[in-house]
């Protein structure tokens, strides 16, 4: 009777773990270089098993739950069984809410801000049971320009990077470059070499961060481009490869400064274009589409 009593227990473990509801959670991570909550989603059906890890990094005036409902990466994340943390700017640190990717400070490895999300990152992949192989980091402007930078100083510690309305690594220095590199003119730093497969999405009516046609142009690449239509949006899709570095870029014709295929109720979210969010996770679970080459 008592094996009897331990086989049932467990089965009703696994059944409940297969029909627990998602949950979105708040957390805090601290170290010395400061302090950050953050919101972790757990899918639906998630019951400890090892699944990739999904780090969203909002932008300016944005919140997690903000951002969670613009995505709509939460959705998708039980559809296609991931975890999703939002790192949570604190206005204390920013008055905006901005990610302070211009500083240098807060470029580099093991300190600043960076050390802060990758140690987000690093808590929820030790709590969680996360699969380390499959860790991907994604934002929108001034998230996404943090997210190049998280990139670019842990490739051991990320798979792949999304950049929405985006900038590269090292595309500013201080407050004034910032303003400059939002207005298209990147330094040359911003020209290295993505540290890992890269997708990015970007509106050529963006007037916020504007669209540079050399940002993630690979010189010397095998590249070809194509052009469709998504949501009622028409964009040119360009993969450029090489034996070192892989870059999706989705240029949305028509679009502004806001989340491509998103939802419109939340800030900064297009309804219209191509999904943004899936096809992120189509290029972090599946690696670059191949258009043809």
Known sequence: MKKIGSALARAWRVWRGNNAPGRFIKRSYANAAGARTYKLYLPAGFSGQALPLVVMLHGCKQTPDD?????????????LQFLVVY??????????????????????RDGGEPSLIAGITKQVIARHNVDERRVYIAGLSAGGAMAAIMAATYPDLYAAAGIHSGLPYASARDAVSAIAAMRGQRSDASSLLPAVPTIVFHGDKDTTVRHHGGDYAIAGAQHKSESGEAGGRAYTRTVYRTAKAAVEHWLVHGGGHA??????????????????TREMLRFFLHGPARSGL
């Open 67 to 79: 951002f969670a409902a613009g995505t709509g990466m939460n959705e998708l994340a039980d559809e």
């Open 87 to 108: 790192p949570a700017q604190a206005w204390t640190a920013n008055y905006s809410r901005c990610w302070n990717w211009f500083r240098p400070r807060d470029q580099r």
């Open 259 to 276: 989340w491509s295929g998103g939802n419109a109720a939340a800030s900064y979210a297009d309804a219209r274009g191509p999904d943004a």
